[in-house]
């Protein structure tokens, strides 16, 4: 199956500052979603990309996807605290309906 | 608030013991999703169901159980509990089964084997 793996596993940043996260998959996809996870609380869907799209926009965030290089990034840009989660892509398995999640990247802002 | 509920919200038990969690998914969603979170396996997805029934297994051990209501809700049966499957419980629930489907996720439950 398929597997995203985010990097790097921890960023620490100040308020106000871009972060920038990255995502690596092994097999063709149809899709990547990106979701955020607050300290113990449920996943938050927050953009899906489809693989005939490069880039996408959602308010502050900035997600893009290269094909050719399996890989996608998060792009959060003027970071606040509250952005202070941990983010986790998620890919579809290959004959399956349902998705891998990677071990996710821990985002600390820092006011 | 997505929509999705789960209860109980925590729950603590000793080993060999068996316990249910529920998951009420979004209104009007058919799939539910079950995924079970550790800090050494991450989220790992266990099984889902659409419109009752199993559509998809993952890494779901035998002594866990789940299943699908005709109102939609679902219930994951844990039996034999061992310590090593203290973890949070999520449910998540979307609207059919396909691979673009967003998933709507619970506020989990934590379950604490002692």
């Known amino acids: 199956s398929q597997q995203g793996e985010e990097d790097p596993q921890a960023l620490s940043i100040q308020e106000g500052e871009n972060a920038t996260m990255n995502c690596s998959y092994k097999?063709?996809?149809?899709?990547l979603q990106w979701y955020r996870q607050n300290s113990g609380r449920g996943l938050v869907h927050l953009i899906l990309?489809?693989?005939?799209?490069r880039e996408k926009h959602s308010g502050r965030l900035r997600v893009t996807l290269d094909t050719s290089k399996k890989s996608s990034s998060l792009l959060i840009t003027a970071s606040r605290a509250a952005d202070t989660a941990s983010y986790f892509c998620a890919t579809p398995t290959s004959g399956g309906q349902n998705f891998v999640f990677g071990p996710g990247t821990r985002l600390s802002v820092l006011p | 608030d997505s929509g999705v509920t789960q209860t109980p919200k925590h729950l603590i038990t000793a080993t060999g013991q068996r316990v249910t969690l529920r998951c009420s998914p979004r209104s009007g969603d058919l799939s539910v999703y079950w995924y079970q979170q550790s800090l050494d396996q991450g989220l790992q997805f266990l099984i889902q169901y659409y419109n009752g029934e199993e559509r998809a297994k993952g890494n779901i051990l035998e002594r866990f159980s789940a299943q699908q209501f005709p109102d939609l809700h679902s219930e994951l049966n844990l039996s034999s509990l061992e310590l090593g499957d203290s973890a949070l419980y999520f449910c998540?629930?979307?609207?059919?089964?396909?691979?673009?489907?967003?998933?709507?996720f619970g506020p989990g439950t934590r379950l604490t084997v002692l």
């Open positions: 998540a629930s979307s609207p059919l089964a396909g691979r673009t489907d967003t998933q709507y």
């Open positions: 097999t063709s996809i149809n899709n």
């Open positions: 990309i489809r693989s005939n799209e």
